[in-house]
């Protein structure tokens, strides 16, 4: 079963928009773990927020964590056409269950 | 470092053929696991791997068998291929444990005829 879901499934925006993906999941977790794909590329990892952080940042990424409301947001700011990619959340269940399970992915395009 | 490298990149196998995916790390890393991803369906945990001689089953384990002999190697064995099993599969690994930042490999396309 999917921990994670990802919305929007698909996002296109115009360099210098900002880009906000967002990732829902069904049980308590440890940490949410954000990763870029490229196409026809391994992942990435991009940031991890833990259970008891609200917000994080890295260069121009934002991740917040609502724990209440059992989701997560991206926010990339400024986006450059480089920033085309899948985005991906991924979740461990809270009882260090060793299963990181993958959301299916939110796809961004960046039209120059 | 290499990191995580996988082999082959690609593959094309006939319906029941058997063969192994392989998957090596050198950075010491404990946790190791196995996804596969298929359009639409994101990446799904096949088996892991929380250090020699410890596997587990993920969301999709059936018709698919490992082992982790040495804390370098992860090999994936698949033994009678079938359609359902065309995928592209990606070897990932991290220091300790699922929680950790994962590194991944560069994937296998498979195509099973």
Not at chain 1, 35 to 45: A, C, D, E, I, T
Not at chain 2, 26 to 49: A, K, T, V
Not at chain 2, 103 to 113: E, I, K, N, Q
Request: proline share 4%; net charge neutral; hydrophobic share 30%.
């Amino acid at each position: 079963s999917q921990q994670g879901e990802e919305d929007p499934q698909a996002l296109s925006i115009q360099e210098g928009e900002n880009a906000t993906m967002n990732c829902s999941y069904k049980t308590s977790i440890n940490n949410l773990q954000w990763y870029r794909q490229n196409s026809g590329r391994g992942l990435v990892h991009l940031i991890l927020i833990r259970s008891n952080e609200r917000e994080k940042h890295s260069g121009r990424l934002r991740v917040t964590l609502d724990t209440s409301k059992k989701s997560s947001s991206l926010l990339i700011t400024a986006s450059r056409a480089a920033d085309t990619a899948s985005y991906f959340c991924a979740t461990e269940g809270s009882g260090n269950t060793g299963k990181l399970i993958f959301g299916q992915g939110t796809t961004l395009q960046v039209k120059p | 470092n290499a990191g995580v490298t996988q082999t082959p990149k690609f593959q094309v196998l006939k319906t029941g053929q058997s063969m192994t995916l392989q998957c090596a790390q050198d950075m010491n890393h404990e946790y190791m696991s196995w996804y596969r991803q298929d359009p639409g369906m994101g990446l799904r945990l096949i088996h892991y791997s929380v250090g020699a001689g410890i596997t587990d089953q993920g969301e999709v384990p059936n018709g698919y068998n490992v082992s982790r002999s040495t804390t370098e190697d992860f090999p994936l064995r698949l033994l009678s291929a079938a359609p359902s099993q065309t995928s592209v599969y990606f070897c990932a690994s991290s220091y300790e444990t699922s929680t950790d930042t994962q590194y991944f490999g560069p994937g296998t396309r498979l195509t099973v005829l």
